[in-house]
């Protein structure tokens, strides 16, 4: 009995004495794991990640807020670099909208849908902009819509899918830019005639490169061409040779590729290493090979593209040279498309979206006198239909919005790739790029 | 193409892609069988040998070979420094090094988003050449990408099997209380396995950089596909996972010649899944269920 008593005894004591041992390990655990995670957040909230730069120009209250949702790393991160870089310029060239000073908001988007809308979120319900400035990318924008609306925001999608514009937008969506549609309508009928009638169709695999999938056939069969095959490549693609194997070579005379980002380097290798661009008319839309220096690229020598605005200046018509000039000095860009004190090529087709898009902003809200997001409808209003000249705010050319689907219809270019230079060869009034509206968005939704 | 030509096409790229995942399979399972880690920064490192070999390659003549060899050396040293200064409390706890270096994933990769950007860049194959075979022209430099895979693979194998160094390694791998006990340097031993496991997916991320666009999320894809080639190759079974990796690769090839390559991979994923319904064990994996022999 003495015996248990004294294990029992004993083991008491253990037991305490290991309670006592938990008790000091846990708090001193309790402390590390305090400190560890007080150290973990202001290294997370410390590390500039791309997104959340904020050019404040003086938080004052009496601001205009302008949100860009950007696409500045993923595969179109060349597309955001300009359009990030332009919109800046607009905003240090114009400080002010009617007179309130501009605040500018930039989010990333990283080139994914689901990052572009939360993102968006963040600028309207945390920001609390007024306007957003969108993503080039057609995915981002497409889940960015409805959010728009929901959010009942002024929204400015920079993708070219034409659906933006037709099934997936709303009142509050205006598009400065084209969409495939246009694009497909002024040079279907030249490509068809000069390229050839058997076209491959290889198109990134999402919103955007399918709405090509979507608009090139039946305009190719409408010239009586015929298309042998559509190959669709995710956008994150890294080896293109077992896409490129399913060509059918001997009998295309047309390779139309839209593929838009830094990968297109590796498809273009990959394919002239296998030796298919020798044998077919490569041809794309200018999102192709936009940001792309074509003078290192020996196997884009002759391919063809439709354009929005040439990336030589000496290209450029000569009534919007002055302005184009204007546009280059402004964002950082020399006369051959190649940054000042840097190694990027701009994407001289695209890069003036996100300028004209502020430009046409500032024009409308002074016009009709908003002061807030109350205002809305009538700044919708005068959005509808606005149309503006060649200018500074306007460099790519002459520009008008159509009432019904929000849509706008500029000028397109043919150009080619010779001797490593892109040069215009046509040049397409936007009237030809006009087709019949989808939707009306005058009426409601 | 005809349908031989297509096969031997799709079937060859398919094998040079799964000799890539074998690399990185083999780095995963040997830093499993031996410390006990399951590496989810395994394609981070895959993704700083990339992004290493890019910078040589834009730096300096010839800098792609340099970057061949500098690279696994110093994605190797930095296994080393966070084996020891990170993952030793945590090891032989497969729950916490899942989340350990899961963090350590999210840290190197927007390390390298700061440093190296958010656009993916490129850079050429180092060499350029076709080999002609029933019909068909192959770019040369994926059959250089095939031909450094096996060696490294035979190199580890005879690092393994016939050097002192692998031999604590496998016994290590085997039971790490017995190890210790015959006094084997275990703690030096972690060390340089994690290092040597790192520096293999460092490896294929310099190899497949000219093939790819190096960007700072490049290994994620390759993480996914390195991961489910362990499972089914056999967790700790580095014959297994070598094979594993190979058959993902050609099956997806294959099956490229009547479906989408998108397609292809879903199928050769579902066929892999069957393995491993049919052993779960994986393909080359002890029934005994210890998991952690590496051979």
């Given at each position: 009995?003495?015996?248990?008593?004294?294990?029992?005894?004993?083991?008491?004591?253990?037991?305490?004495?290991?309670?006592?041992?938990?008790?000091?390990?846990?708090?001193?655990?309790?402390?590390?794991?305090?400190?560890?995670?007080?150290?973990?957040?202001?290294?997370g909230?410390?590390?500039?990640?791309?997104?959340g730069?904020h050019?404040?120009?003086?938080?004052?209250?009496e601001?205009?807020?302008?949100g860009?949702?950007?696409?500045?790393?993923?595969?179109?991160?060349?597309?955001?670099?300009?359009?990030?870089?332009?919109?800046?310029?607009?905003?240090a060239?114009l400080?002010?909208?009617?007179?309130?000073?501009?605040?500018?908001y930039?989010?990333?988007?990283?080139?994914?849908?689901?990052?572009?809308?939360?993102?968006?979120?963040?600028?309207i319900q945390?920001?609390?902009?007024?306007?957003?400035?969108?993503?080039?990318?057609?995915?981002?924008?497409?889940?960015?819509l409805?959010?728009a609306?929901?959010?009942?925001?002024?929204?400015?999608?920079?993708?070219?899918?034409?659906?933006?514009?037709s099934?997936?937008g709303?009142?509050y969506?205006?598009k400065?830019?084209?969409?495939?549609?246009?694009?497909?309508?002024?040079?279907?009928?030249?490509?068809?005639?000069?390229?050839?009638?058997r076209?491959?169709?290889?198109?990134?695999?999402?919103?955007f490169g399918?709405?090509?999938?979507?608009?090139w056939?039946?305009?190719?069969?409408?010239?009586?061409g015929?298309?042998l095959?559509?190959?669709?490549?995710?956008?994150?693609?890294?080896?293109?040779?077992p896409?490129?194997?399913?060509?059918d070579?001997?009998?295309?005379?047309?390779?139309?590729?839209?593929f838009?980002?830094?990968?297109?380097v590796?498809f273009?290798?990959?394919?002239?290493s296998?030796?298919?661009l020798?044998?077919v008319?490569?041809?794309?839309?200018?999102?192709s090979?936009?940001?792309?220096d074509?003078?290192?690229?020996?196997?884009?020598?002759?391919?063809?593209?439709?354009?929005?605005?040439?990336?030589?200046?000496?290209?450029?018509?000569?009534?919007?040279?002055?302005?184009?000039?204007?546009?280059?000095?402004a964002?950082?860009?020399?006369?051959?498309?190649?940054?000042?004190?840097?190694?990027r090529?701009?994407?001289?087709s695209?890069?003036?979206?996100?300028w004209?898009a502020?430009?046409?902003?500032?024009?409308?809200?002074?016009?009709?006198?908003?002061?807030?997001?109350?205002?809305?409808?009538?700044?919708?209003e005068?959005l509808?239909?606005?149309?503006?000249?060649?200018?500074?705010?306007f460099?790519q050319?002459?520009?008008?919005?159509?009432?019904?689907?929000?849509?706008?219809?500029?000028?397109?270019?043919?150009?080619?790739?010779?001797?490593?230079?892109?040069?215009?060869k046509?040049?397409?009034?936007?009237?030809?790029?006009?087709?019949?509206?989808?939707?009306d968005?005058?009426?409601g939704a | 193409?005809?349908?031989l030509?297509?096969?031997?096409?799709?079937?060859?790229?398919?094998?040079?892609?799964?000799?890539?995942?074998a690399?990185?399979?083999?780095?995963?399972?040997l830093?499993?069988?031996?410390?006990?880690?399951?590496?989810?920064?395994h394609?981070?490192f895959y993704?700083?040998?990339?992004?290493?070999?890019?910078?040589?390659?834009?730096?300096?003549?010839?800098?792609f070979?340099w970057g061949?060899?500098?690279a696994?050396?110093?994605?190797?040293?930095?296994?080393?420094?966070?084996?020891?200064g990170?993952?030793?409390?945590?090891?032989?706890?497969?729950?916490?090094?899942?989340?350990?270096?899961?963090?350590?994933l999210?840290l190197?990769?927007?390390?390298?988003?700061?440093?190296f950007?958010?656009?993916?860049r490129?850079?050429?194959?180092?060499?350029?050449?076709?080999?002609?075979?029933?019909g068909?022209?192959?770019?040369?430099?994926?059959?250089v990408?095939?031909?450094?895979?096996?060696?490294?693979?035979?190199?580890?194998?005879?690092l393994?099997?016939?050097?002192?160094?692998g031999?604590?390694?496998r016994?290590?791998?085997?039971?790490?209380?017995?190890a210790t006990?015959?006094?084997?340097?275990?703690?030096?031993?972690?060390?340089?396995?994690?290092?040597?496991?790192?520096?293999?997916?460092?490896?294929?991320?310099?190899l497949?950089?000219?093939?790819?666009?190096?960007?700072?999320?490049m290994?994620?894809?390759?993480?996914?596909?390195?991961f489910?080639?362990?499972?089914?190759?056999?967790?700790?079974?580095?014959?297994?996972?070598?094979?594993?990796?190979?058959?993902?690769?050609?099956?997806e090839?294959?099956?490229?010649v009547?479906?989408?390559?998108?397609l292809?991979?879903?199928?050769?994923?579902?066929?892999?899944?069957?393995?491993?319904?049919?052993?779960?064990?994986?393909?080359?994996?002890?029934?005994?269920?210890?998991?952690?022999?590496a051979?």
């Amino acid at each position: 009995m003495l015996y248990n008593a004294r294990v029992k005894g004993m083991g008491m004591k253990m037991k305490m004495g290991m309670e006592m041992e938990m008790k000091k390990l846990t708090r001193r655990e309790f402390l590390k794991a305090l400190v560890g995670a007080g150290a973990g957040l202001a290294l997370g909230l410390g590390v500039p990640l791309r997104a959340g730069a904020h050019a404040r120009a003086g938080a004052a209250a009496e601001t205009i807020r302008i949100g860009h949702q950007v696409d500045l790393s993923g595969a179109l991160a060349i597309y955001g670099y300009w359009q990030d870089r332009a919109l800046r310029a607009a905003v240090a060239e114009l400080g002010e909208i009617a007179g309130r000073p501009i605040e500018l908001y930039t989010e990333d988007t990283a080139s994914s849908p689901a990052t572009g809308a939360a993102r968006l979120r963040k600028l309207i319900q945390q920001d609390r902009v007024d306007f957003v400035i969108g993503s080039q990318h057609s995915g981002v924008c497409k889940a960015s819509l409805p959010i728009a609306k929901e959010l009942q925001t002024i929204y400015f999608p920079l993708g070219e899918a034409t659906e933006l514009t037709s099934k997936w937008g709303n009142r509050y969506s205006f598009k400065v830019n084209h969409t495939v549609r246009s694009h497909v309508q002024v040079s279907y009928r030249w490509a068809v005639e000069n390229l050839g009638k058997r076209w491959t169709i290889v198109v990134a695999d999402y919103a955007f490169g399918r709405s090509h999938a979507a608009e090139w056939p039946p305009r190719i069969a409408e010239e009586g061409g015929e298309v042998l095959s559509t190959i669709a490549i995710p956008l994150e693609a890294t080896d293109f040779v077992p896409y490129l194997a399913k060509i059918d070579v001997k009998n295309t005379d047309v390779l139309l590729y839209v593929f838009p980002g830094g990968s297109v380097v590796r498809f273009i290798e990959q394919a002239a290493s296998l030796g298919i661009l020798e044998r077919v008319n490569l041809f794309g839309v200018i999102c192709s090979i936009d940001g792309i220096d074509t003078e290192t690229i020996p196997a884009l020598e002759g391919s063809w593209y439709v354009s929005n605005h040439p990336r030589l200046h000496e290209e450029v018509p000569e009534k919007l040279r002055e302005y184009d000039a204007h546009l280059r000095r402004a964002v950082g860009v020399d006369e051959r498309g190649h940054e000042l004190g840097g190694p990027r090529t701009v994407t001289g087709s695209h890069y003036w979206y996100a300028w004209e898009a502020l430009h046409l902003l500032k024009r409308a809200v002074e016009e009709c006198g908003w002061r807030s997001k109350e205002d809305n409808p009538v700044l919708i209003e005068t959005l509808e239909g606005l149309a503006a000249e060649a200018g500074y705010g306007f460099p790519q050319g002459a520009l008008f919005i159509r009432a019904q689907d929000h849509q706008g219809f500029h000028d397109h270019y043919i150009e080619r790739v010779e001797g490593g230079k892109l040069r215009v060869k046509l040049h397409f009034p936007k009237e030809e790029a006009v087709y019949p509206p989808e939707v009306d968005y005058t009426k409601g939704a | 193409m005809d349908l031989l030509q297509q096969l031997a096409f799709q079937g060859l790229n398919g094998l040079i892609w799964g000799l890539i995942l074998a690399l990185m399979a083999l780095g995963l399972n040997l830093i499993y069988g031996v410390l006990g880690i399951i590496n989810v920064a395994h394609g981070a490192f895959y993704m700083l040998g990339g992004v290493l070999t890019w910078y040589l390659w834009y730096l300096a003549p010839w800098g792609f070979w340099w970057g061949l060899l500098l690279a696994p050396a110093l994605v190797g040293l930095l296994g080393l420094l966070l084996e020891r200064g990170v993952l030793r409390p945590v090891e032989g706890r497969p729950v916490m090094t899942i989340i350990v270096t899961f963090g350590l994933l999210l840290l190197l990769q927007h390390g390298v988003l700061l440093l190296f950007g958010g656009a993916p860049r490129s850079l050429p194959e180092p060499v350029r050449f076709t080999v002609g075979f029933l019909g068909l022209h192959y770019p040369g430099y994926r059959l250089v990408v095939a031909l450094l895979s096996v060696v490294a693979m035979a190199a580890l194998w005879l690092l393994l099997h016939r050097s002192r160094l692998g031999l604590w390694i496998r016994a290590t791998a085997q039971s790490r209380e017995l190890a210790t006990a015959l006094g084997l340097p275990v703690p030096w031993i972690y060390l340089l396995t994690f290092g040597l496991g790192a520096a293999l997916a460092a490896l294929a991320g310099a190899l497949t950089a000219p093939l790819v666009s190096v960007s700072y999320r490049m290994g994620e894809e390759v993480l996914i596909e390195a991961f489910i080639v362990v499972i089914v190759g056999g967790l700790g079974s580095l014959g297994g996972a070598a094979l594993a990796g190979m058959l993902l690769g050609v099956l997806e090839g294959l099956f490229t010649v009547w479906a989408s390559p998108v397609l292809a991979r879903v199928l050769a994923l579902a066929a892999l899944g069957g393995a491993l319904l049919l052993r779960p064990e994986g393909l080359l994996g002890k029934r005994s269920g210890s998991g952690e022999e590496a051979r």
